[in-house]
């Protein structure tokens, strides 16, 4: 049985050109894909010439034709076809000589839309960096200047502190300038995102003293450290060099970032700091960073977005803690400027540990020309603080209990003092302690939180006993040892 036919129909039914031409270019047969696509007879295909179809890649004359065909058309080339109206579309060509005979087959794919897709994908993509260069220009602008008015209205109050001797009225002004410092703190890193998008961002490398400004960095948040009783401690690598030189603003702006972060989101426990080299080669510095807390923790599915723009891991923590989810985008990006990376690790309740590295370098080089290598600190963990923050929180241990009287004894005086923020602060934590003591605790603690939420002086006191009677009741008498 004999299949002549079949060749012909494949050769109609692709999707692909299909020509076969002799050595002289003339064309000696088209396939239907062809004729369609060239808008041509197909009896009117066959009287043109390769050089007719190729106008801009074949050679007109015959032996520059078959020349050409044999030194060039290897492999698949990008060519042109025109069509019989004399418009043109893209086609990737291939080219193979019939065995015995004088005679090519050429297949083309016409590639037309997908240059045409190409070329509005990068049409849309120079658009959209256009667009965003636009915007970011203008929300640096509109930050920059909300900068004055802001700042302006904190000079006044400030003026005004000075010489109102009032305490309600005092309170008043310190919340207003409490206000313009969280505005600013928002304005500051929408102009520092705007600036790390459109590539503008850069670091400033001066000489500056790491010890000092250490010193600086926990000092800014040991205020609120205190406030909230937290345990902090501190380890810095005395191998560190004093002298180092690199951006100390963006530094102090990480650890700031993250020490914050630790300390907003820890109403029980610790905050820890640890800083350690982990590399020199000669003025290069490797330094290790980790902030270490006991506070609310991150799932694993929840740190995936951890460090993308505009995103905190829960809905529910923006309106409890505020922020623009914009500080930890800001503190990945400042530090890979830094030739470094950051990582996290926590899990959800039981605190989380930042850590992350930078390169600077000393003003001092080394001796030893070879690379020295110290201590992995990116593997310092401080187990026997994490086992005590996990009794401190079991409601019954003796850490916990001893954390609860302490709490407890200056809630109530703040509570007759009529320091009720320092009270409500103080409520928080202690319902922090009380979480795993079971719903009745909770639930009346809650009301201890609503009555001092409201200043209210009977009330609060009267949940005071109340709560007082019902952790008594469970774990004995905290007061017992006195």
């Known amino acids: 049985m004999e299949f002549e036919w079949l060749g012909p129909r494949i050769a109609d039914e692709t999707i692909e050109l299909v020509l076969v031409f002799n050595e002289e270019g003339s064309i000696l047969y088209g396939n239907q894909t062809a004729a369609a696509k060239l808008e041509y007879d197909r009896d009117k295909l066959t009287k043109c010439s390769m050089s007719q179809i190729f ?83 203008f929300t640096a602008n509109v930050t920059h200047e909300l900068r004055t008015p802001v700042n302006g209205i904190k000079g006044h109050v400030l003026e005004l502190v000075e010489e109102i001797t009032d305490p309600d009225h005092k309170k008043t002004l310190d919340i207003v300038l409490s206000c ?28 500056f003293d790491f010890h000092e400004m250490m010193d600086k960095v926990i000092a800014t948040h040991s205020a609120a450290v205190n406030k909230k009783e937290l345990h902090m401690s501190v380890d810095i690598d005395e191998k560190i060099p004093h002298k180092l030189i690199g951006d100390e603003l963006r530094l102090t702006q990480i650890l700031n970032n993250l020490l914050s972060n630790a300390i907003k989101f820890t109403m029980v426990g610790y905050v820890n700091v640890v800083a350690g080299m982990t590399r020199r080669v000669n003025d290069e510095v490797e330094l290790f960073f980790m902030v270490r807390d006991s506070g609310i923790g991150i799932s694993q599915k929840e740190q995936d977005r951890l460090f993308q723009s505009f995103s905190q891991v829960d809905a529910s923590i923006t309106r409890r803690f505020g922020g623009t989810g914009l500080g930890l985008a800001i503190t990945k990006q400042l530090v890979e400027l830094m030739h470094g990376d950051i990582h996290v690790e926590s899990e959800k309740g039981k605190g989380s540990a930042f850590s992350f590295s930078v390169k600077l370098k000393s003003e001092q080089i080394s001796d030893d020309k070879q690379s020295q290598v110290y201590v992995n600190w990116s593997e310092y963990m401080k187990e026997g603080e994490k086992d005590n923050v996990d009794r401190l929180m ?89």
Do not use: H
Request: with cysteine; proline share 2%; charged share 35%.
């Open 55 to 137: 106008r801009q890649d074949f050679p007109n004359s015959p032996d520059g034709f078959i020349t050409f065909v044999k030194k060039s058309m290897k492999g698949v080339k990008e060519m042109a076809m025109y069509r019989s109206n004399n418009s043109c579309f893209s086609v990737n060509v291939r080219i193979f000589p019939e065995d015995g005979i004088d005679a090519y087959l050429l297949l083309a794919e016409d590639i037309s839309a997908q240059k045409n897709m190409n070329m509005r994908i990068r049409d849309l993509k120079e658009r959209e960096s256009e667009n965003n260069r636009a915007r970011n220009e």
């Open 180 to 207: 313009c410092d969280n505005m600013l703190t928002i304005i500051n890193d929408i102009l520092d995102f705007a600036k790390l998008e459109s590539g503008k961002f850069v670091i400033d490398e001066k000489p």
């Open 394 to 482: 079991q409601f019954g241990e003796a850490e916990n209990k001893a954390e609860l009287k302490k709490r407890m004894d200056k809630l109530v005086l703040s509570i007759e003092m009529g320091a009720w923020d320092k009270a409500e602060l103080l409520a928080s934590t202690i319902k922090t302690l009380v979480e795993s003591g079971g719903d009745d605790l909770k639930r009346q603690e809650l009301r201890m939180e609503m009555a001092i939420r409201k200043s209210n002086y009977d009330k609060s006191m009267d949940m005071y006993g109340k709560l007082k009677d019902a952790i008594t009741e469970k774990i004995g008498d905290l007061w017992d040892s006195e």
